[in-house]
């Protein structure tokens, strides 16, 4: 045993070495040394848990503590995590993305489920996530369209187990909507989600790179109509205007969607979101009380708190 504990501890160094002084990666270690990728991501956990890697905060990161608990004040979240500026060319909705993913790992009970709503920041969750799991995530789908649940063609491990509504996202008409959530595969899945330990959202901006329009979901003059009655963005594709208030139309009753009523009453709900873009939206989330955790990027935080000091 003290041969096993010894190569264990061994390797434990090893790939913490190479990972986080080499900035070498999980899957060129895994090669390196002969094991699977999930193997090595298990071990870089466990010497986390078992202090063989130590992480400080630096003075100059003072800055983004002192940002969260502003956030977390004023709006009176649970918590609230700010991710640094990306460095080298990083897309901030994949720095942030990550951030999240890893947010969610360390705090979730392995027999939970969690929800996941639509668009590009929480696929990009989904995707991260699912590939630092030791044991499948069960992850229940807030709305329609089950293609953007479905795991990216980079992902070499997904473990997931997805519980999707089995519908597009936008009908046709408000009559096939009401006979769609009246089948029982459908209500099963909303049953699903009062259970669950996390709700994970995305926030939508009403700029021309926002999902719902890059998609084709919606059209430019539905998008466009939509920010002339004060829409500021969405989350899970219903409209909120800068108070969060939601702003009618006759898009509404055509979506596939947990409304925005039930959303405030589902427990431990993150909204994720980065770039200044967003900081209406986020704002507009925060204002309406639907966000319990917000995860996003330093300069978008810092805008937000300084429209409210303006105010």
Not at 78 to 103: C, H, L, R, T
Not at 257 to 264: A, I, V
Request: hydrophobic share 40%.
């Amino acid at each position: 045993m003290d041969k096993e504990h010894d190569y264990e501890e061994k390797l434990l160094i090893k790939v913490a070495w190479y990972y986080y002084i080499e900035n070498i990666t999980q899957q060129e270690i895994g090669e390196y040394l002969g094991i699977s990728r999930l193997r090595v991501n298990r071990l870089l956990d466990k010497a986390r848990k078992n202090g063989i890697i130590h992480f400080s905060v630096r003075d100059g990161n003072s800055s983004r503590m002192q940002i969260e608990r502003d956030l977390i004040r004023r709006f009176h979240l649970k918590d609230a995590f700010i991710v640094p500026p990306a460095v080298n060319g990083i897309d901030i909705n994949e720095s942030v993305a990550q951030a999240a993913a890893m947010y969610i790992h360390d705090r979730l009970d392995k027999s939970s489920c969690i929800n996941m709503g639509y668009g590009d920041t929480p696929g990009r969750i989904l995707n991260h996530l699912a590939n630092m799991s030791e044991s499948p995530v069960n992850v229940v789908s807030l709305t329609g369209g089950v293609s953007c649940y479905l795991p990216n063609t980079q992902s070499s491990i997904f473990n997931a187990r997805l519980h999707l509504t089995p519908a597009p996202l936008l009908m046709k008409d408000a009559q096939m909507v009401s006979a769609i959530e009246e089948e029982p595969g459908v209500q099963q899945i909303r049953n699903m989600a009062t259970l669950a330990q996390m709700t994970i959202i995305g926030i939508g901006s009403m700029d021309e790179n926002a999902t719902i329009l890059t998609n084709g979901t919606l059209s430019y003059n539905d998008f466009l109509l939509l920010s002339m009655k004060g829409a500021v963005g969405d989350m899970l594709c219903h409209f909120i205007d800068k108070d969060g208030r939601p702003v009618p139309s006759d898009i509404e009753g055509r979506l596939i969607s947990t409304s925005l009523e039930t959303l405030k009453s589902l427990d431990n709900t993150i909204g994720v979101a980065a770039g200044i873009a967003k900081t209406k939206a986020i704002l507009g989330a925060l204002r309406g009380g639907y966000l319990d955790i917000l995860i996003t990027d330093e300069a978008t935080a810092s805008n937000i708190l300084e429209i409210c000091d303006s105010e």
